[in-house]
């Protein structure tokens, strides 16, 4: 690691250390589900029909930091440069703003789409807020297939562009992907074959979010309910 990754980690668990902002979601015990993948796999995309299905609060670590730098704060333009070289930005960033979302938005179930991108990020957030994901979805999908829907999706994305494409590929092989080999040793990840149409991928998603027991455990209620009501 870095002399300078050093001190910002050092910057971020100090901050941990002195409390604060951790402990207030802590005390919320969120539930947390990270939602990672390739550049173009889909996270978005399937985060939006999460939230509608199930509820869940929607915070991509990409667009809080986009938003960062249309708000001209102080680290807008080191934020830019990143993102337009396809580079990570410092966790301590990142973290601020996630916490900030998560506790401003007052509920307690997290889609946190695009993070943690490196193992700095993930061992940091962990450090800071004292919490883990309940699971990790991975939308894996083949860099051609990813490649081509960020080439065609035409929403001014200053990293949308070949060479950005190429260098953010790079680095989601070399610095992302051990994150989910992390979470797949403690038996966490949900790996999502995210080459399929939309709904077919939701499908997917769904099954996960719906796991056989739940139902089974919601058709026992229910019938016990109307024992219940038929008795009394
Ligand atoms: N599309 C989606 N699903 C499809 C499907 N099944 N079939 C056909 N088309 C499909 O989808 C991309 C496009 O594909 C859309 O046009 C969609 O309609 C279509 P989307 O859902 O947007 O994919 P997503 O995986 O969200 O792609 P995105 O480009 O947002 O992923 P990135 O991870 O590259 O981008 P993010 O915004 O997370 O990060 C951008 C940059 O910010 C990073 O490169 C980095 O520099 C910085 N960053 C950090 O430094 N730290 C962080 O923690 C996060 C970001
Ligand atoms: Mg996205």
């Not at 946190?112 to 991975?138: C, H, Y």
């Not at 999908?141 to 001014?156: A, H, T």
């Not at 403690?186 to 139902?215: C, H, L, Q, Y």
Request: with cysteine; aromatic share 10%.
């Amino acid at each position: 690691m870095s002399k300078n990754r050093k001190l910002l980690m050092g910057t971020v668990v100090e901050a941990a250390n002195k409390g604060a902002s951790g402990s207030i979601l802590q005390k919320r015990n969120p539930t947390i589900v990270f939602v990672l993948g390739g550049p173009g796999s889909g996270k978005g995309t399937q985060c939006a029909n999460i939230v509608q299905h199930y509820g869940y609060t929607h915070l991509s670590a990409g667009d809080l930091l986009r938003a960062e730098i249309k708000s001209g704060s102080e680290n807008g333009t080191m934020i830019q440069n990143m993102i337009k070289e396809g580079k990570i930005v410092p966790s301590e960033v990142t973290i601020k703003l996630l916490q900030r979302a998560m506790e401003e938005s007052g509920k307690d179930k997290f889609l946190i789409d695009g993070f943690p991108r490196n193992e700095e990020n993930r061992a940091a957030f962990e450090k800071v807020t004292g919490m883990e994901p309940s699971f990790v979805l991975f939308f894996d999908c083949p860099e051609e297939e990813m490649e081509r829907r960020l080439l065609s999706r035409n929403q001014g994305r200053e990293d949308d562009n070949i060479e950005t494409i190429r260098k953010r590929f790079k680095v989601f092989l070399e610095s992302s992907l051990p994150v989910i080999s992390y979470y797949d040793a403690k038996g966490k990840v949900r790996k999502i074959d995210a080459a399929r149409s939309v709904e077919e991928v939701f499908a997917t998603v769904k099954a996960i979010f719906e796991p056989k027991n739940e139902k089974v455990l919601l058709l026992y209620y229910w019938l016990l309910l109307r024992c219940l009501t038929f008795w009394y």
